[in-house]
Structures are given as structure tokens and as C-alpha cells.
């Protein structure tokens, strides 16, 4: 079993819909949840991050984590064409310590 | 600022030859790491240091090799390039108490 799962998708909605992006995880140690987003043929960019349990808000983005269910979450709000991208979800026991990544889930949202 | 940068960009090999890929980074991050992104696969760990003159090996490092002789530079060695190394190969960089780590363009490599 991977430490971590992520629904590849593709997921395509169109312009102005609220996207949810999911992943689970089995390590019960992780404690720090990270969203990057990747365009096509670049490299991975910090999107958003949580430290342990709750909600985070940056503008139209909304990061939750629940340690309890092992399931953390991406809110997207009035999705936008240049959001079209792979998102992939992060974690990690510790700061400088290594990174486990989701597979990544492709968005397209369609004009 | 350049960032994180890589060389080279595409690389195709022939099954047995070996090369090295470049990475440097110049925001005097302890942190730098190898990963390989195939589809399906998500970004796997290949090799990690968290310092000139360590490094650790991650989840897939068997065919690599790295070293850390400066702060700036992660070279990743392929020693006898096999067709499963075909992939698209990423560097990262960060402090080594933070949890954003930096990436660069990638380098994609094929193995024939």
C-alpha cells in the first residue's frame, strides 16, 4: 500500500464550479500536508500548506486536513481556466525529512 | 536569483551508457533532492541531502548515484542507463527545517 493515495483523475469542470481534490494517507505520523501545483512540462510550485489538523484559506484556495480520518482536501472557489493543472498532495513527519507525494490529480476547467 | 536549475533538459540514452544530470540551486538551501516522476506514479524520492558531504538514499535509489561536495550542487549519476529510467527527473532544494521545497524545470530522459 502507498503512504499515500491520489484519485489521478482527469477531472474537467467548467469555468466558475467549486473543485474538491482529495488524497488519504496510512502513515499516522505525518503531521505536515502540503498542495503543489504542477503545469504541463514545469515543476512542481507550493500551492498551500497545513501543519497538522484544520483549515487554511489563501484567497479562492482552501486546504483541510483530518488526522483522524487520514484524509486531507483542496478547495478550489470559482475555478478559473488557469487553474487547469496536476495537483499533487504532500506530506512529511518532519520538516527537513522526506516528502511523500500523491500521483497527482489532472484538472481542466473549461471556458 | 536563477533559482533551482537543471541540465540537461532532454537527454535520450542508449541502454548501458552512463551520464550525470545537473542540479544547482544558489538560496544556500541545506535540503536538495532527486525525484523521478513517472505517470501513474506520482514524484518518488530517489536520493536526498541534507548538506554538503551527506547523503541518503529514498525510496527508489537503486541505478543512482549522488554526491554533495558543495552547497550549491546535487549531481545525479545514471552508472548503466536501463529503459524503467526512462522518466522525467526533478531536483528540489529548501532550508532544512522547512517544509517548501523548491523545484526545478526537470530533465526528460529516455532509455532505449
Known amino acids: 500500500q502507498k503512504e499515500v493515495e491520489q484519485d489521478p483523475g482527469p477531472l474537467s469542470v467548467p469555468e466558475g464550479a467549486i473543485v474538491s481534490l482529495n488524497c488519504t494517507y496510512s502513515?499516522?505520523?505525518?503531521?505536515?500536508f502540503m498542495w503543489y501545483r504542477q503545469y504541463s512540462r514545469k515543476g512542481p510550485e507550493l500551492l498551500m500548506y497545513?501543519?497538522?489538523?484544520g483549515n487554511k484559506e489563501d484567497g479562492r484556495f482552501t486546504a483541510q486536513v483530518d488526522k483522524s480520518s487520514k484524509y486531507i482536501s483542496l478547495f478550489i472557489r470559482d475555478s478559473q481556466p488557469s487553474d487547469s493543472a496536476t495537483y499533487l498532495c504532500?506530506?512529511?513527519?518532519?520538516?527537513?525529512?522526506?516528502?511523500?507525494f500523491g500521483t497527482g490529480t489532472s484538472l481542466t476547467v473549461i471556458p | 536569483n536563477a533559482g533551482v536549475t537543471q541540465t540537461p533538459k532532454f537527454q535520450v540514452l542508449k541502454t548501458g551508457q552512463s551520464m550525470t544530470l545537473q542540479c544547482a540551486q544558489d538560496?544556500?538551501?541545506?535540503?536538495m533532492s532527486w525525484y523521478r516522476q513517472d505517470p501513474g506514479m506520482g514524484l518518488r524520492l530517489i536520493h536526498y541531502s541534507v548538506g554538503a558531504g551527506i547523503t541518503d538514499q529514498g525510496e527508489v535509489p537503486n541505478g543512482y548515484n549522488v554526491s554533495r561536495s558543495t552547497t550549491e550542487d546535487f549531481p545525479l549519476r545514471l552508472l548503466s542507463a536501463a529503459p524503467s529510467q526512462t522518466s522525467v527527473y526533478f531536483c528540489?532544494?529548501?532550508?532544512?527545517?522547512?517544509?517548501?521545497?523548491?523545484f526545478g524545470p526537470g530533465t526528460r530522459l529516455t532509455v532505449t
Open positions: 538560496m544556500n538551501h541545506e535540503y
Open positions: 502513515n499516522s505520523a505525518f503531521q505536515y
Open positions: 497545513t501543519y497538522s489538523s
Open positions: 528540489a532544494s529548501s532550508y532544512r527545517d522547512a517544509y517548501e521545497q523548491y
Open positions: 504532500a506530506m512529511s513527519p518532519n520538516t527537513g525529512n522526506q516528502f511523500y
